[in-house]
């Protein structure tokens, strides 16, 4: 209804623009008062109109859209010690920093399902075994040196070497990395692998800064600390305390990111605890955080400044028996008691304050929609009790259940193992009760969480050991349940062995038609599900807290932590309008 009086309003500041400076002096000699204020009115009538015509184009014909500029601060537990994608996966730390300043060859989006990155695309060829990527024209290092393949090429062989001692040799061992021509390579493995995608998100190196760096350097390099890599944003500046620990980190955007990202400034603070993290928050030193306990989310609840993101992660919780170091462990009606005597849903309720999941079986959130097992062993005290009580396990004068094996009186007590992670301790407590109930003894062994690894895991040490294992989205549980990875570094906790469940192991992680995948994951669920090498907990809630005035962090699922920031270059604190 205002596009005539606008037209006609236009259409006269358009006449009153093309008067020169003499005529409007003659106009002015020659007016009287009345036609003077008529003529003063036409005018302030032009310039409101001229205004509201900027308003209008302003607010009706624009939009707000993400702009370059301002600043976002976060919090982390620990500390950096190598900034190299070919070392980080070994701490959580330098996992966050090489995601922010190093880029693969595909990357993850929102969502969590696999995009191109520094490759413009990649195909799939013969039969699932050859993985072919393109790289983006027009790439170069801050030296102005073009990327090739021949980094990506180099980056693959290093992780390859046992010299350099990568975390993630494993994962590309029988893996052939061939140049086609200066902007394409192929991948060839021995076998299908049906997740191998996921190893081509790993960071790549400059061949021309990294290739004399010997084995025993390798740690001690200067590049460990002064990255270059092609990621969203570069390091700008490094702040240490007097003894010489850092404190903080300060980046800019990665002007060679085939994006550019919109946060001005990027700050990651280090602290020694989760604490410490919190405080600093509250005092407003950072922007956002990863919460460790659902505690922290009802502290700051009441806040109107922070948004929260409950953000899918495939990892969940257990309790893994090591059967070679307790004997009443041995027994497979033992575990099934056990098994039934844990009241899950009060974990949910009372610890995690609803923040998570029952976890049913060895597969947690994941892209292929693999389901619970068949078998389930809901809460049941009185059926537990039966269970033992049928299995000759009898309460003695000490209140403890006891069973003649091997001519030998073995009592049913044996000791659980868990780090010192609040979270984690209060859980043991309650799983601790709840065995105590049922007749067993169960003894806690609270190890720091900076040592469990070194103590604990690897060697494996423990007789029970609630834990947390991590998946990926698209998941392949050979590390964590096939025989063979039974010893460090293997992931095999509960030192699982059956043939029959190996063979679909095997099978499931080379097979490219989905339904057959599904159905062989669930036939060897099933069988561990049977013979009970662990009890399944719980899956939380991985909860992101961050400022409400950074935008743009549309996040839903990760593999890890620290792909959070695999999509920070979309993240924006500054706006802009722009035509619609």
């Known amino acids: 209804m205002f596009k005539p009086l606008i037209k006609k ?10 008067l020169s400076v003499n005529h409007w002096r003659y106009l002015f000699r020659n007016l009287n008062l ?3 204020n008529i003529i003063l009115v036409s005018l302030g009538l032009a310039a409101t109109a001229g205004l509201f015509l900027s308003v209008y184009d302003y607010w009706a014909l624009r939009t707000p859209a993400p702009a370059e500029g301002g600043s976002y601060a976060e919090g982390l537990v620990g500390e950096p010690r190598y900034l190299n994608p070919v070392l980080a996966s070994a701490n959580e730390v330098d996992r966050d920093l090489t995601t922010l300043i190093f880029s693969g060859l595909v990357k993850h989006d ?5 995009i191109p990155d520094l490759a413009e695309r990649y195909e799939i060829k013969g039969n699932g075994k050859t993985y072919e990527f393109t790289l983006r024209s027009g790439l170069s290092w801050p030296d102005k040196t073009p990327f090739t393949p021949d980094d ?3 980056t693959i062989n290093l992780i390859k070497d046992p010299k350099f001692q990568s975390p993630l040799r494993n994962s590309w061992q029988g893996v052939k990395v061939e140049k086609i021509d200066n902007r394409r390579l192929a991948m060839k493995l021995p076998v299908e692998y049906e997740p191998f995608l996921e190893n081509a998100a790993v960071g790549i ?3 021309h800064l990294w290739a004399n760096i010997q084995p ?4 001690l390099t200067q590049l460990n600390l002064k990255p270059v890599g092609l990621g969203q ?16 980190m300060e980046f800019s955007p990665n002007p060679r990111y085939h994006e550019k990202a919109n946060i001005a400034r990027l700050t990651l603070r280090f602290y020694d605890n989760q604490e410490s993290v919190l405080g600093a928050y509250k005092r407003r030193e950072i922007d956002g955080f990863s919460l460790s306990s659902p505690l922290e989310k009802e502290e700051l609840a009441r806040s109107r400044s922070v948004k929260f993101y409950d953000i899918k992660l495939p990892r969940y919780f257990a309790v893994f028996f090591n059967q070679t170091a307790s004997e009443s462990l041995k027994e497979t009606e033992v575990r099934r008691a056990l098994a039934h005597a844990v009241d899950r849903a009060s974990i949910i309720e009372e610890i995690l304050k609803g923040e998570g999941e029952i976890q049913n079986g060895p597969f947690s959130f994941n892209l292929l929609d693999i389901g619970d097992p068949e078998t389930i062993y809901e809460f049941n005290v009185e059926k537990a009790r039966n269970i033992l009580e049928k299995d000759d396990w009898k309460i003695g004068d000490d209140g403890l259940r006891q069973k003649k094996i091997k001519g030998k009186n073995i009592k049913l007590e044996f000791v659980l193992t868990t780090t010192d992670w609040p979270e984690l301790t209060r859980v043991a407590a309650s799983v601790q009760k709840n065995w105590e109930d049922i007749g067993v003894k169960v003894n806690l062994d609270i190890v720091p969480v900076n040592a469990v690894q070194t103590q604990t895991i690897r060697p494996r040490q423990y007789e029970a050991l609630l834990f947390g294992e991590v998946l990926g989205l698209n998941p392949d549980p050979f590390s964590f349940w096939h025989s063979t990875q039974r010893k460090d570094p293997g992931l095999n906790l509960a030192l699982y062995n059956n043939k029959k469940a190996d063979g679909l192991l095997e099978s499931a992680r080379q097979e490219s038609n989905l339904p057959t995948r599904i159905k062989e994951y669930g036939q060897f669920q099933e069988i561990l599900m049977k013979e009970i090498p662990a009890v399944f907990l719980y899956s939380p809630n991985y909860t992101y807290a961050v400022s409400k005035k950074v935008k743009g962090v549309a996040v839903t699922a990760i593999n890890t932590p620290s792909q959070r920031f695999e999509n920070i270059n979309k993240w924006h604190i500054a706006t802009k309008r722009v035509k619609k």
């Not at 309003?9 to 093309?18: D, N, Q, T, V, Y």
């Not at 929102?110 to 696999?114: A, M």
């Open 152 to 154: 990506v090429i180099f």
């Open 110 to 114: 929102e969502s969590g399902r696999i």
């Open 9 to 18: 309003i236009a259409i006269r500041i358009k006449f009153l623009r093309s």
């Open 205 to 207: 190196l400059p061949q």
């Open 216 to 219: 025993q350097n390798f740690l």
């Open 233 to 248: 944003y570069q390091l700008a500046k490094i702040t240490k305390n007097a003894s010489g620990s850092v404190r903080s």
């Open 34 to 36: 009345k036609e003077l």
